[in-house]
Structure formats: C-alpha cells, structure tokens
C-alpha cells in the first residue's frame, strides 16, 4: 500500500503538469486580402440569401427545392458528413474507461503419479476496465482534429447546397432561352412565309424577278434550318437537368413558356473581407488547417510517456475434489516511455508538418480564387449589361432598317438584297438578345454564388440522424 500510494503521488505531480507538455498553437492562417474589389467602389453589403428566389420564378423555386433532396452529390456529401461524426465520437470515446465483461467455463481432469484422476468444472466471470491517462493532450488534440473535421465537412455540405442550386438556376435557364429561341424561330419563319406570299403575288403580276422568289424560299428554309439546334440543345439541358435533380432523364422537366425574366437592379458585391465570413468552402478550408494542426499537436505528444491505467474484478470456482470459490481483483499501471522506434514519430511529425503546410497554401489559394470569382462575376455582370443596352438600341435600328427595306421594295425603289441584308440583321439581332439576357443571368448567378449565397435549414433536405 505504500508503493501504491507513493504511485499515486506521481501520477498526481504528472497530471498537474499535464499542461506543460507540447501544445501546437494554430498557425497565422489569415492572408493580406484587398480593401476593395477592383471592379466595384460599391461597399453595400452583399446579401445573396436565397439567391435563386431573386428571379422571383415559381418553377425554378420548386426545382430548387427538388434538386436540394434528390441531387446525388449532396446525399454523397451528406454521406460524408455522417462518416466524419461517426469518427467524432470515436475520438471522444478514446478518452473515456473502456469496460469488457468476460466469461470462462471448462471441464477437464487431471492424474495423479498414482494413475488416479479428478475431473471438475470451472468458472470464471470478469469485468475489465481500461483507462489511458491523457498526460500530455494526444487524445484531446485527437479529438479536436476529429471535431475540426466533422464541422469541415458541415461547411462542404452548404457548399454543395449552394453549387446544386447554382446548377439548377442555370440550366433551367438555358432551357429558357433555347425554348424562347424556339419560339423565335416560328415568329422569324411565319414572318418570311409572309413575305413570300406577298412577293408571289407581285410575281405573278410580273411585278418581280424569279430570282426574288427563290432567294425568298432560301432564306425561310435558312431559317429552318437553326431550328434542330435550339431542340438539342434544349434538350440536353433537359438532360442535365433530370440527373441533377437525381434521376433518369425522362419526360421535359421544363414548360414551353419559353421566357426569360426581366434583370433587376446590380448585386451589391460588398468587401472581400465579407468572403471569409460567407463563402463555406473557404470556412471548410480554415477547418481543414485547424485538424490538420490538432493532429500535428497529437504527433508531438505520442513522443512523450504514455500512462495506462487496467483494473480487473471477477468471480471464480473451481469444483474439483474440492470445491473452490471467490472474487478476485487486479490493479495494473503501465507506464511506457518511446525511446527507440527508428524514427518512425519524428517522421511522422515532420509529415504532419507539411500536411500542414500544404492546407496553408490550398486556404490561401481557395481565398485568392474566391475574390477572382467575384472579380470575373463582376466584369461579366458589367460588361453583359452593356451589350444588352447595345443590342436593344441595334434591335430598334434593324426593325426601323427592315420596315423601311421593304416599303421600299415593294413600292418597287430597291431591289431584294435591301430586304434580305435588312432581315438578317433583325432576325440575327433578337437571337443575339435572348442569348445576352440569358448569359447575363448565369452572370448574375454566378455572382452570387461566388459571394456566398446563404441557404436555411428550411431549404435543406431531411437529414437521417
């Protein structure tokens, strides 16, 4: 009992000084980021929120919705974030007693030198208990990891929310526009059909050249002719949009409304100081350098002694000549001090080191990358608008050109090239807006994707505990 209490003396002096052991203090992972984005002077914050519902469109709302629970990236992603909670709590549990109950029972005989034997039976019945002695914080900086890697993957999983809903907004409004184009293509082909009546008629009064007539037929049939493009592409989109959702791609997903919506006023973009707070890959990146270093903190530790507490209580009986029976109880400390491993911890914390050092670079390159997105967004939003002005004004100039070519014509003052250089241009300037407005609406989402759009727990799909 003496031994035993001057042990306790020990491990009571060594648990004190527990906090004295190596502790690795998170490295400076912040990186100089600019006062201000180059393409914007506008510091209102930014605000994406729930940036789909920006085009206040009721069938993009609930395919959102619908690729929010059936995409299959996101159920991967959820997948993941499960296997890191389950690996939390082992962690923790790492830290607690760990308790196993034991039973034995046999027969068996022996002999004596005199040839006789004994036959009995046996019994034992235990409970042992082991505990590990965190003296120096390997199994709290494991767990910390553990934990670092669990919230990392949170914030993976709203960064695939938010990739799923920026996919979903864009295709279905590529399907818009080759729908609208679609539709564009009817108008331009019922337009010329109507020239070529009229221009029939004055041919057959003589009024006309041959040639009109079938320059006439040729442009329809050119029209005609853009017509199976916008279909495939509508239909891939279509496509895409049925996987993303998570299924097989089946029956149109998509109306034929075939519109776009109106833009509103510009995104305020706000600091790029704001990113660090918003964007969740750039948080999950900050995480990963945060287990990372846990786990290097745990590497230096593991060189120091480890302590091993093991106790075992039980019952036994023996029922042989004689019949036997009792408790019984055992009390083991380990102490164990690394001293020769061939350099196998070193290596290991050297490792870890560069495991570290390489999470620094990626949390400073998904930073950089971050405020390019938003830069590109920003010039694309900028720029987009600008050719959607030109294009309106060159679309009232072509129109006011086309009337006025085919007054012209058919007052007999110009001839047909007038009409068909006039047509094309029209005909090619509307295309030429349905596909601006449409790109610069993937530029809009694209900006608010790159600012970090926000989703709440309503806007999730269920997640199985």
């Known amino acids: 009992m003496r031994n035993f209490a001057t042990f306790l003396l020990v491990f009571s002096l060594l648990t004190g000084c527990a906090a004295l052991g190596p502790s690795h203090q998170p490295l400076d992972s912040n990186i100089p980021v600019p006062g201000h984005f180059v393409e914007t002077g506008d510091d209102t914050p930014a605000e994406p929120g729930r940036f789909w519902e920006h085009f206040q469109d009721r069938h993009l709302n609930d395919l959102v919705a619908q690729a929010l629970n059936g995409n299959l990236s996101i159920k991967q992603a959820l997948a993941r974030r499960a296997q890191f909670d389950a690996l939390e709590r082992i962690s923790q549990a790492s830290r607690l007693p760990m308790v196993n109950l034991a039973g034995q029972l046999g027969r068996d005989q022996s002999f004596t030198s005199m040839g006789s034997g004994t036959a009995g039976n046996s019994l034992r019945l235990s409970a042992v208990a082991a505990y590990e002695v965190d003296l120096w914080g390997k199994l709290a900086h494991q767990r910390d990891g553990a934990t670092f890697g669990a919230q990392a993957s949170v914030a993976e999983l709203k960064a695939a929310y938010i990739s799923v809903a920026a996919q979903t907004s864009e295709l279905y409004f590529l399907i ?20 070529l009546e009229r221009m029939e008629n004055r041919y057959a009064a003589g009024l006309v050249p041959t040639l009109d007539v079938y ?39 998509v109306d034929g409304e075939g519109t776009l919506p109106m833009l509103g006023a510009a995104i305020p973009a706000g600091l790029p100081s704001g990113l660090l707070q918003r964007r969740p890959d750039l948080e999950a990146a900050l995480l990963r350098i945060k287990a990372v270093d846990a786990n290097l903190a745990a590497a230096v530790a593991d060189r120091f002694p480890s302590l091993n507490l093991a106790g075992v209580l039980g019952f036994a009986s023996l029922d042989y000549a004689t019949s036997l029976s009792g408790t019984f109880w055992s009390l083991l400390v380990e102490a164990v001090q690394p001293v020769f491993d061939n350099g196998r911890r070193q290596a290991e914390i050297e490792r870890q080191e560069a495991v570290l050092d390489e999470a620094l670079a990626g949390y400073h390159q998904v930073v950089l990358q971050a405020i390019r997105e938003v830069e590109d967004a920003l010039v694309s939003c900028r720029t987009g608008g600008r050719l959607l002005a030109l294009l309106d004004e060159r679309q009232q100039a072509t129109a006011d050109t086309l009337r006025l070519a085919e007054d012209q014509y058919f007052s007999g003052l110009t001839d047909y090239l007038s009409v068909l250089t006039a047509q094309k241009n029209y005909f090619d300037v509307q295309s030429q807006l349905l596909t601006a407005r449409r790109r610069l609406i993937s530029d809009q989402i694209g900006l608010m994707r790159a600012l970090g759009g926000d989703l709440t727990t309503n806007d999730k799909p269920e997640e199985k505990s």
């Open 215 to 253: 320059q006439a037929r040729q442009n329809i049939l050119a029209a005609k002719s853009q017509r199976p493009g916008y279909e495939a592409a509508r239909a891939k989109g279509e496509h895409a949009l049925a996987v993303l959702l998570g299924r097989a791609p089946e029956q149109p997903v």
């Open 176 to 195: 818009r526009e080759q729908q609208a184009q679609l539709l564009l293509n009817e108008r331009i082909v019922a337009s010329l059909d109507d020239t």
